[in-house]
């Protein structure tokens, strides 16, 4: 009979070490589910399990104890198994009722790391010093994160004392406090060695320092937010508005970008609804303990909501996510995308068909939800077709004004409740498409067509893919079919691996999306028949730049923080002698005196805006620019004295400018206005700069009404019929 009151503590720490993976295995299951089903509330029986498993467990522990009210006397490595079995209940319990909003990447491998410490007290009277070292010093990162939780939860105690009355399941809120004493219970009554203390002490410090480097960043961005209001206000001339002005000043790092979305995008101690709470953008918030502390100890910046969502679309690509949208998209996946690619190498054309699947997981047959999906395309892309299928067929969409389609829109998914898709050109080679309803009775389906150029360089020709945002796009099933048609042998193909040869000229892909991959091949002649277009007929020929006589009196340098000092100076070599300028409030000229003041104020801005309209003599100068890749669009701009000015300036100037731009990226500004066509535009080197100068010359491209340039294409297209309007109406489109 003793001998089994000793085995009993042994059978049950070994069914306590094995019931670890069960949970585990639970915790999968259920997460699994609510992946790809958030409202199946058939799956909250899987945490219920959870639960009565540590519990039985955790009653079993307490009745091993003799007598068992003596809750000091429990076998601490009972105790300790426990406590990881009803912290695993927690975090699947949260999946289904979400205490906490969906955390951020770090803080699961944090809470890993929490349960290895736990686990390792079970063993750490026979680990070596090496690995005692290791143990303790996780142990104390894991306190940091267990009193976190603990005083996050602590508004929710009084509520959770009536729980355990009613549900028991209250219980379950005060496991990180318990987690937390215990601890430090085990930690103090522990024989410790000098090297145990400073591993656990460092343990605690190491996420402290984090915390604290942290809040010296947060507060560092509300200085720059406070310093760059300031310099606006003694700013001579205020033509942009304030968010841009933050925008160009603001460090664009991660972290910064953190900051900025604040309780916008993450939540916190003061906005908790329990996981339920939603962004402006009808997404679920994150849990971010770094915000949370942020926000607790700094408090929030000086910018409203409004402002910040513009510094985010703009600083921080987030368009995609401020995309209008009348209704919930929470439920809706991307469960297949089929791409027909037909690639013209002899017109340097390729015409891709992407035709998208999306599922709504709703519980609920009434849900009817919107998706939303933006595509980015190659530049010089045209939308040419939309189609939506509609109990079970293909209707094909018309085109229209954005105005008509926009009220349209709005008047059918807010109003008449039917099934209209839009689709609508964005600046920056963004095309973005909205389709309602999306019902859990059946899988919606829509197809988009899209003509795009050929880049042409070095010899070949390269095709980047048509990748998209919109609801998750994880763990999609993919295949796209790519056709080679020409009247020439077709060189040099280069497909990513996963393409299989089907044909002569034909590939096939099928598997998980990849959303970032690129054709290449060598080019072909061009071809002298004409294509058609919409019933009328194009030719294309080679790109061939006329010249212009430029001796330029004035030079103005765009400088940004993609300038390098080796570059600026090498520039002003270039162009001694002649009178050169920087531009933003006003005109300053640039000196061998001033030269390393300027570049040192002007390099630090993240973007550049160049106000072309405070240009003096179109004619006789010339723009140096180069860019960084975001910034914001003209249509960010609506409204401003900068667009406004700069709209006046254009309708009443015909003559171009003369832009040379370092290197091929392009802000999102110089596209769009590039797109208007105001610029005679040249991309190149330094190098090549020198000889145009030395020349006197600079490229201008041939422009009359039945000709459009496609420069990175290295083409134009000839109308054969003077009706090149119909195509150029469509590359707005």
Same mark, same amino acid.
Request: with cysteine.
């Given at each position: 009979?003793?001998n ?8 049950l720490f070994?069914? #306590?070490l094995?019931?670890?993976?069960v ?9 699994l589910?609510?992946?790809?089903r958030?409202?199946?509330e ?16 955790f009653?079993?522990?307490v009745?091993?104890?003799?007598p ?12 300790i ?7 695993i209940?927690?975090?699947t ?6 205490i906490?909003a969906?955390?951020?990447w ?11 410490a736990l686990?390792g007290?079970?063993?750490i009277?026979?680990m070596n010093k ?9 142990l ?11 005083i996050y939860?602590?508004?929710w105690?009084l509520?959770?004392?009536?729980a ?5 399941l209250g219980?379950l ?8 004493g215990?601890i430090?219970?085990?930690?103090v009554?522990?024989?410790k060695s ?8 460092? #343990? ?8 604290t480097?942290?809040?010296?960043q947060?507060?560092?961005v509300?200085?720059e937010?406070?310093k ?9 001339d205020?033509?942009?508005?304030e968010?841009v ?13 953190t ?14 609804f329990w996981?339920f709470d939603?962004?402006?953008f009808?997404?679920?918030?994150l ?8 926000l607790a100890?700094?408090g929030?910046l000086?910018l409203?909501?409004n402002?910040?969502?513009?510094i985010?679309?703009s600083?921080f ?8 949208k009348?209704?919930?998209?929470e439920?809706?996946?991307t469960?297949?995308v089929?791409?027909?690619?037909k ?5 340097r ?5 992407k ?11 009434s849900?009817?939800?919107?998706a ?7 530049e010089g892309?045209?939308?040419t077709s939309?189609s939506?299928w ?6 094909k ?8 389609a926009?009220s349209a ?12 898709s ?7 080679n963004?095309?973005t ?6 019902t ?13 150029p ?11 893919n048509?990748?998209?945002e ?7 099933d ?12 077709v060189?040099?193909?280069q ?10 000229n034909?590939f096939l892909y ?7 991959w ?5 080019a072909?002649?061009?071809s002298?028949?004409?294509f ?7 030719t ?6 006329g010249?212009i ?8 340098i765009?400088?940004n ?14 162009l001694?002698?002649?009178?050169v ?13 001033n030269?390393n ?7 630090k801005?993240n973007?550049?805006?160049f106000p ?5 003599n179109?004619q ?16 960010d ?17 015909n ?6 731009q ?18 005679n535009?040249?991309a190149g ?8 100068i030395k ?24 109308s ?7 195509l150029?109406?469509s590359?707005?489109w």
């Amino acid at each position: 009979m003793e001998n089994q009151k000793h085995q009993w503590p042994q059978k049950l720490f070994m069914f #306590g070490l094995i019931l670890i993976p069960v949970l585990i295995v639970l915790f999968v299951i259920h997460f699994l589910i609510k992946a790809n089903r958030p409202n199946f509330e058939e799956a909250l029986v899987i945490p219920i399990f959870s639960f009565i498993f540590s519990l039985t467990f955790f009653i079993n522990v307490v009745f091993s104890n003799k007598p068992f009210y003596k809750f000091l006397k429990i076998d601490k490595k009972l105790l300790i198994l426990s406590l990881v079995h009803f912290a695993i209940c927690c975090f699947t319990l949260n999946l289904s009722i979400p205490i906490f909003a969906t955390f951020v990447w770090w803080t699961y491998l944090y809470i890993g790391i929490m349960f290895i410490a736990l686990l390792g007290l079970l063993f750490i009277e026979k680990m070596n010093k090496l690995l005692r070292f290791v143990a303790f010093f996780i142990l104390g990162l894991s306190l940091v994160l267990t009193l976190y939780f603990a005083i996050y939860l602590a508004p929710w105690y009084l509520v959770a004392i009536f729980a355990i009355f009613l549900l028991g399941l209250g219980m379950l809120f005060f496991v990180p406090l318990i987690i937390s004493g215990h601890i430090i219970y085990y930690f103090v009554r522990i024989k410790k060695s000098l090297a145990d203390h400073l591993a656990f002490y460092t #343990g605690i410090g190491v996420p402290l320092i984090v915390i604290t480097v942290f809040l010296f960043q947060w507060n560092d961005v509300q200085k720059e937010i406070t310093k760059s209001s300031a310099a606006i206000v003694t700013r001579p001339d205020n033509s942009l508005p304030e968010w841009v002005l933050f925008c160009q000043e603001i460090s664009d790092d991660p972290f910064t970008q953190t900051i900025i979305k604040g309780d916008l995008f993450y939540e916190t101690f003061f906005n908790s609804f329990w996981g339920f709470d939603r962004t402006l953008f009808g997404e679920s918030k994150l849990h971010n303990p770094l915000v949370n502390i942020g926000l607790a100890l700094s408090g929030d910046l000086n910018l409203d909501d409004n402002t910040r969502i513009k510094i985010l679309k703009s600083q921080f690509d987030a368009r995609h996510l401020a995309q209008r949208k009348l209704w919930s998209s929470e439920d809706l996946r991307t469960i297949e995308v089929l791409n027909q690619i037909k690639v013209f190498p002899d017109y340097r054309i390729a015409y891709t068909e992407k035709m998208i699947t999306v599922k709504n997981y709703s519980s609920y047959d009434s849900d009817n939800q919107e998706a939303a999906y933006t595509f980015y395309l190659p530049e010089g892309s045209v939308a040419t077709s939309l189609s939506l299928w509609i109990n079970g067929k293909e209707e094909k969409s018309r085109l229209s004004s954005k105005e008509k389609a926009d009220s349209a829109y709005v008047q059918i998914v807010g109003v008449e409740n039917r099934d209209p898709s839009i689709m609508h050109w964005q600046e920056g080679n963004r095309l973005t498409v909205t389709v309602f309803p999306c019902t859990p009775k059946e899988n919606r389906r829509f197809k988009i067509g899209i003509t795009s150029p050929l880049s042409y360089e070095n010899g070949y020709l390269i095709l980047p893919n048509i990748y998209f945002e919109g609801p998750t796009i994880k763990k999609i099933d993919e295949t796209t079919k790519i056709i080679f048609d020409s009247k020439h042998e077709v060189k040099e193909i280069q497909l990513p691996k996963s393409f299989e040869k089907e044909g002569k000229n034909q590939f096939l892909y099928s598997g998980s999306y990849i959303p970032y991959w690129e054709m290449k091949c060598k080019a072909t002649p061009l071809s002298s028949f004409p294509f058609s277009f919409q019933d009328h007929s194009y030719t294309v020929a080679p790109l061939h730049k006329g010249t212009i006589n430029l001796n330029p009196d004035t030079l103005f340098i765009d400088l940004n923080s993609s300038w390098t000092a080796d570059e600026f100076h090498q520039v002003l070599a270039v162009l001694k002698g002649k009178k050169v300028f920087v531009v933003q409030d006003q005109m300053v000229e640039i000196t061998p005196e001033n030269e390393n003041t300027i570049f040192d104020q002007y390099s630090k801005k993240n973007f550049s805006l160049f106000p072309f309209y405070k240009i003096p003599n179109i004619q006789n100068s010339l723009v140096i620019s180069k860019s960084t890749l975001n910034s914001p669009n003209l249509s960010d701009l609506e409204d401003s004295d900068f667009l406004n000015h700069l709209a006046t300036f254009f309708k009443n100037h015909n003559a171009k400018i003369n832009l040379y731009q370092i290197g091929n990226t392009s802000s999102n500004y110089i596209k769009s206005l590039k797109e208007l066509q105001v610029f005679n535009f040249y991309a190149g080197d330094i190098v090549r700069l020198a000889q145009l100068i030395k020349d006197h010359q600079f490229f201008v491209n041939p422009c009359d009404s039945n000709t459009v340039v496609l420069e990175n294409a290295q083409i134009v297209i000839q109308s054969k019929d003077e009706q090149i309007e119909i195509l150029k109406k469509s590359i707005k489109w």
